[in-house]
Protein backbone atom coordinates (compact mmCIF):
# COMPACT_ATOMS: atom_id res chain seq x y z
CA UNK A 1 0.00 0.00 0.00
CA UNK A 2 0.95 3.42 -0.69
CA UNK A 3 0.17 6.69 1.00
CA UNK A 4 -0.02 9.95 -1.29
CA UNK A 5 0.00 13.59 0.23
CA UNK A 6 -0.20 16.66 -2.61
CA UNK A 7 1.25 19.91 -2.03
CA UNK A 8 1.58 23.06 -3.93
CA UNK A 9 -1.89 24.20 -4.72
CA UNK A 10 -2.83 27.96 -4.47
CA UNK A 11 -4.13 30.84 -5.90
CA UNK A 12 -2.51 32.51 -8.86
CA UNK A 13 -3.56 34.95 -11.66
CA UNK A 14 -4.50 33.61 -15.58
CA UNK A 15 -1.66 33.39 -17.58
CA UNK A 16 0.68 32.16 -13.85
CA UNK A 17 2.12 28.92 -12.99
CA UNK A 18 2.13 26.57 -9.82
CA UNK A 19 4.61 22.93 -9.38
CA UNK A 20 2.63 20.12 -7.63
CA UNK A 21 4.15 18.06 -5.70
CA UNK A 22 2.83 14.31 -4.39
CA UNK A 23 4.75 12.84 -1.90
CA UNK A 24 4.51 8.92 -1.20
CA UNK A 25 5.37 6.74 1.22
CA UNK A 26 7.08 3.70 1.19
CA UNK A 27 9.87 1.84 -0.81
CA UNK A 28 7.73 0.88 -3.70
CA UNK A 29 6.96 4.13 -5.38
CA UNK A 30 8.87 2.90 -8.81
CA UNK A 31 6.57 -0.12 -9.16
CA UNK A 32 3.75 2.32 -9.29
CA UNK A 33 1.86 4.36 -12.56
CA UNK A 34 1.31 7.65 -11.18
CA UNK A 35 -1.53 10.29 -12.58
CA UNK A 36 -3.07 13.44 -11.67
CA UNK A 37 -6.79 14.11 -11.88
CA UNK A 38 -8.72 16.64 -11.05
CA UNK A 39 -12.57 17.76 -9.67
CA UNK A 40 -14.20 21.44 -10.08
CA UNK A 41 -17.21 21.78 -8.44
CA UNK A 42 -20.36 20.70 -9.84
CA UNK A 43 -18.10 18.51 -12.32
CA UNK A 44 -17.14 15.13 -12.07
CA UNK A 45 -13.55 13.69 -11.25
CA UNK A 46 -11.34 14.34 -14.82
CA UNK A 47 -7.75 12.79 -15.87
CA UNK A 48 -5.29 15.49 -17.03
CA UNK A 49 -1.98 13.68 -16.88
CA UNK A 50 -0.12 10.14 -16.09
CA UNK A 51 3.46 8.84 -15.95
CA UNK A 52 4.71 5.15 -16.44
CA UNK A 53 6.86 3.40 -13.59
CA UNK A 54 10.19 4.62 -15.20
CA UNK A 55 9.10 7.96 -16.15
CA UNK A 56 10.02 7.66 -20.17
CA UNK A 57 6.77 8.16 -20.97
CA UNK A 58 3.92 10.29 -20.28
CA UNK A 59 -0.10 10.98 -21.54
CA UNK A 60 -2.03 14.26 -21.28
CA UNK A 61 -5.91 15.15 -21.57
CA UNK A 62 -6.06 17.63 -24.56
CA UNK A 63 -7.41 20.16 -22.36
CA UNK A 64 -3.59 20.32 -20.76
CA UNK A 65 -1.76 19.40 -23.51
CA UNK A 66 1.63 21.83 -24.12
CA UNK A 67 0.70 23.65 -20.75
CA UNK A 68 1.43 21.08 -18.04
CA UNK A 69 3.99 18.70 -17.43
CA UNK A 70 4.15 15.41 -14.98
CA UNK A 71 7.40 14.07 -14.36
CA UNK A 72 8.88 12.29 -11.00
CA UNK A 73 11.71 11.34 -9.01
CA UNK A 74 11.69 7.72 -7.97
CA UNK A 75 14.58 8.30 -5.90
CA UNK A 76 12.61 11.16 -3.65
CA UNK A 77 9.61 8.99 -4.31
CA UNK A 78 8.09 12.46 -5.29
CA UNK A 79 5.65 13.28 -8.16
CA UNK A 80 5.40 16.47 -9.95
CA UNK A 81 3.16 18.54 -12.46
CA UNK A 82 4.36 21.78 -13.62
CA UNK A 83 1.55 23.77 -14.58
CA UNK A 84 2.17 27.08 -16.87
CA UNK A 85 -0.19 29.12 -18.89
CA UNK A 86 -2.90 28.76 -16.25
CA UNK A 87 -6.53 29.08 -16.92
CA UNK A 88 -9.50 30.32 -14.75
CA UNK A 89 -10.71 26.58 -16.21
CA UNK A 90 -7.58 24.98 -14.57
CA UNK A 91 -9.62 26.11 -11.06
CA UNK A 92 -10.21 22.72 -9.34
CA UNK A 93 -8.99 20.25 -6.44
CA UNK A 94 -6.26 18.18 -7.79
CA UNK A 95 -5.24 14.91 -7.16
CA UNK A 96 -2.41 12.28 -7.42
CA UNK A 97 -2.90 8.59 -7.51
CA UNK A 98 -0.91 5.56 -7.90
CA UNK A 99 -1.54 2.65 -10.17
CA UNK A 100 -0.85 -0.99 -9.41
CA UNK A 101 0.83 -3.31 -12.49
CA UNK A 102 -1.93 -4.53 -14.12
CA UNK A 103 -4.99 -3.90 -15.73
CA UNK A 104 -7.63 -1.54 -13.83
CA UNK A 105 -7.97 1.59 -12.24
CA UNK A 106 -5.88 3.63 -10.00
CA UNK A 107 -5.91 2.03 -6.97
CA UNK A 108 -4.35 4.43 -4.51
CA UNK A 109 -5.22 8.53 -4.08
CA UNK A 110 -4.33 11.46 -2.52
CA UNK A 111 -6.47 14.03 -0.41
CA UNK A 112 -6.30 16.60 -2.82
CA UNK A 113 -4.71 20.47 -2.81
CA UNK A 114 -7.13 23.33 -4.36
CA UNK A 115 -5.70 25.50 -7.50
CA UNK A 116 -7.64 28.70 -7.99
CA UNK A 117 -6.80 30.92 -10.92
CA UNK A 118 -8.48 33.98 -11.17
CA UNK A 119 -9.21 35.84 -14.13
Known amino acids: QVQLVESGGGLVQAGGSLRLSCAAS????????MGWFRQAPGNEREFVAAIIRNGISTTYADSVKGRFTISRDNAKNTLYMQMNSLKPEDTAVYYC????????????WGQGTQVTVSS
Open 26 to 33: GRTFSSYA
Open 97 to 108: AAKRPGPGTFDY
